[in-house]
């Protein structure tokens, strides 16, 4: 456990049970993943990570019967140097963990902590793996062989003899007490990086919603417990796959590449009528059509592009939808550089696409004849276009009787642009157009406002809807955010006074 910390403090290779975790993540359906997270609430990272490592140690523990058994050391012991059989069983424990490892996290083990690109974190994690479990080994080995009782030597009386063996299993206690606490002064450094944030939203409701969201303001969720901090002169841009030339850049080395600012708005898959996981941001990149351009294009029988994150996250979409989308591969948010939360040094930007498909922390981009499977595409998660929404913002609560009412919210359609937005006072019945007020660029969302001046008393139902720029209107039916992405309108319920 000590060896695993230091390592993923020093190197930044991931931990057992993360490694773990993950791959129980891509194994289960999104049905079993929600019911998890309800199950976990509100520690739904921290709990089951603590389970993998008590499972890890529980598996130490019945390894070491395992190891005592294979070895069959006769008592009582000749002195405390382990023989040959029990070093060759310590060696065959430590391959074999190593080896069940490597072949069982195969598809997890690209990740690292401080973003070494894919081919180096995959050999640093397999070594880590290597060295956690020779540690393991070595230890069981010789501490199992202080444990055992002692033969007497020439002329040694029975006293020394026990004080001896008494002075040996106080100095393996002592030892493991030390090991304890460096390992939970290390959990607890590990968890002083939790990603608490998970889950932060824009605005409140009531609150008027602005253009351009805040960094510190927008909409973000986070998969992982602890979020990658890559080292800028250790990550790399890696461009291959299915493309006429591949190539690799440093981050000085992308941002000279030609590049471009617009505004695109974010909304997250979990988002329903009227909710506020989403925020726009100017964003500021290469597109990914002029990366492409950069190694010759793609080769024919290139379908599919995937984008992979030094945490390990994978996103797979059609080449031809990434190239209409006029996708964005950004190092800059708001005008400074991406923040660590958000997905520093880059992030993918796919407008019309979910949050869940722009993936942060990007590391490499391959084309491929292929779908590849990721986390949430592998649960059974909806990955086609997102639903249009719109939302009233204000007002809120009661208005007076005969005055005039501004009523007013956002509209998105991903990609689609925003052709109109209608507004009904009485729970859809009958629709009023509204004017589109600020409209920041074809992948953003559109603020609207409607004039009313409702003249009787009572209570009002108001509803909202939108057009897209090819018009399609958005559909009234209820459908919940899991697995394929909330629809319907969203309604508020005024009281006029």
């Excluded at 640093?124 to 540690?135: E, G, K, N, R, Y």
């Excluded at 909304?267 to 990366?291: D, R, S, Y």
């Excluded at 005039?404 to 507004?423: F, L, N, P, T």
């Excluded at 006072?425 to 007020?437: E, I, K, P, R």
């Amino acid at each position: 456990m000590v060896t695993m910390g230091v390592l993923f403090f020093v190197v930044g290779t991931p931990t057992s049970p993360e490694l773990f975790g993950d791959y129980v993540l891509k194994h289960i359906d999104v049905g079993t993943f929600i019911r998890l997270l309800i199950m976990f609430s509100p520690n739904s990272k921290t709990t089951p990570l603590g389970l993998a490592l008590l499972a890890m140690i529980g598996i130490g523990t019945v390894l070491g019967l395992v190891y005592a058994f294979l070895v069959r050391v006769r008592l009582p012991a000749q002195g405390a140097r382990p023989g040959h059989r029990e070093w060759g069983v310590a060696l065959l424990l430590t391959l074999l963990m190593t080896l069940t490892g490597v072949l069982l996290f195969n598809d997890e083990v690209r990740q690292n902590h401080y973003g070494l690109p894919v081919l180096w974190a995959t050999i640093a994690t397999d070594l880590a793996f290597l060295l956690d479990f020779a540690v393991y080994g070595v230890a069981l080995c010789l501490l199992y062989r202080l444990l055992l009782p002692k033969q007497a030597t020439e002329n040694e009386e029975e006293g020394v003899r026990r004080r001896r063996q008494a002075l040996s299993r106080v100095g393996v206690a002592a030892l493991g007490l030390v090991s304890a606490g460096g390992a939970a002064g290390l959990l607890r450094g590990y968890l002083n990086e939790y990603a608490a944030y998970d889950g932060v939203k824009t605005v409140s409701n009531g609150e008027k919603t602005v253009p351009i969201t805040p960094n510190d303001g927008h909409y973000v969720v986070t998969q992982n417990t602890v979020d990658p901090n890559p080292n800028i002169n250790l990550w790399r841009l890696e461009v291959n796959g299915l493309v006429k030339r591949g190539g690799t850049y440093t981050y000085d080395e992308v941002q000279r590449l030609p590049s471009t600012s617009r505004a695109i708005t974010l909304e997250c898959i979990a988002n329903g009528p009227g909710g506020h996981l989403m925020g726009t941001a100017v964003w500021q990149g290469v597109t990914f059509k002029t990366l492409l351009e950069q190694h010759g294009g793609a080769q024919p029988e290139a379908t599919h592009v995937a984008f992979y994150s030094v945490d390990g996250y994978t996103v797979s979409l059609p080449l031809k939808e990434v190239l209409e989308a006029d996708a964005l591969l950004a190092w800059r948010m708001n005008g400074v550089e991406v923040p660590q939360k958000h997905g520093y040094p880059m992030r993918v930007l796919i407008p019309g696409r979910y949050g869940e498909e722009n993936p942060k922390w990007l590391t490499r981009v391959e084309l491929t004849n292929h779908f590849v499977g990721g986390l949430y595409s592998d649960q059974g998660w909806y990955n086609g276009p997102l639903h249009m929404t719109s939302r009233i913002d204000y007002p809120r609560g009661s208005v007076a009787a005969g005055a005039s009412v501004e009523v007013g919210g956002i509209a998105y359609g991903g990609d689609k642009d925003v052709q109109r937005v209608e507004v009904s006072v009485d729970d859809g019945q009958t629709w009023n157009d509204a004017t589109l007020t600020t409209r920041l660029s074809k992948d953003a969302w559109v603020f609207w406002t409607w004039q009313w001046r409702p003249q009787r008393a009572g209570r009002y139902t108001l509803v909202c809807r939108m057009t897209n720029g090819v018009g399609e209107v958005q559909t009234g039916k209820i459908q919940g955010t899991v697995p394929k992405g909330s629809t319907g309108y969203h309604k508020v319920t005024i009281e006029v006074k």
